[in-house]
């Protein structure tokens, strides 16, 4: 019976080597490595911001005289609606978490009465609003006003930038014809 036990331990003990041979060789053979800092590394490859790939010159917006031509006032309507949860445009409309946007086109910058605009905002932004101007605010608000609280991301589509400008200009007691203001010299500065 000794010799029946002494088998089953040699083969125990057998296993047990082979185990931690196996053990041995495959943390030799893929030896892991210990980050410095906890985490996954990800690779993101550098594209342009148009979608174009790196290196890639980024692609320009149409003039906006150009995108105002064929501008919809329906389909700024549309686009209106992103707005509405802090915006109104009826004439003597109340401020919500913005000011009231009717009459917005040609009107100086920051100028609604009763509304508290940030410092950022009335920092950075000086004359009337041009749709050059609005164009390039709802494009990217902090980019156009650092410091502002709008938390709007923006509308990244010309033309449907250009058809809310064209919306929000109906929404006035004397809209301007914006091609033209558009075209003026300096820039679109609206007369």
């Known amino acids: 019976m000794n010799n029946e036990v002494n088998k089953?331990?040699?083969g125990i003990l057998a296993t047990c080597l082979g185990?931690?041979?196996i053990n041995i060789t495959a943390n030799a053979i893929f030896h892991p490595v210990k980050p410095t800092k906890p985490g996954y590394a990800i690779a993101v490859p550098e594209v342009a911001a148009a979608g174009g790939q790196k290196g890639?010159?980024?692609?320009q917006d149409p003039p906006i005289e150009q995108l105002l031509a064929s501008a919809d006032i329906g389909r700024g309507q549309a686009s209106f609606n992103?707005?509405?949860?802090c915006h109104t445009f009826d004439k003597g409309g109340r401020n919500l978490v913005g000011p009231n946007l009717y009459g917005i086109i040609g009107r100086e910058k920051g100028t609604v009465d009763g509304f508290n605009y940030s410092a950022?905002?009335?920092k950075a932004m000086k004359g009337p609003w041009t749709a050059n101007d609005m164009s390039e605010f709802v494009k990217n608000p902090k980019g156009m006003a650092p410091g502002t609280t709008m938390t709007f991301a923006g509308i990244p589509r010309a033309s449907e930038r250009a058809d809310l400008i064209s919306f929000?200009?109906?929404?006035?007691d004397k809209p301007l014809n914006l091609i033209k203001a558009a075209q003026a010299p300096g820039g679109g500065k609206a007369k």
């Open 8 to 10: 089953i331990m040699g």
């Open 82 to 85: 992103k707005c509405v949860a």
């Open 56 to 59: 890639a010159p980024v692609q």
């Open 168 to 172: 929000l200009n109906s929404k006035s």
């Open 120 to 122: 950022g905002f009335r």
């Open 19 to 21: 185990v931690l041979s």
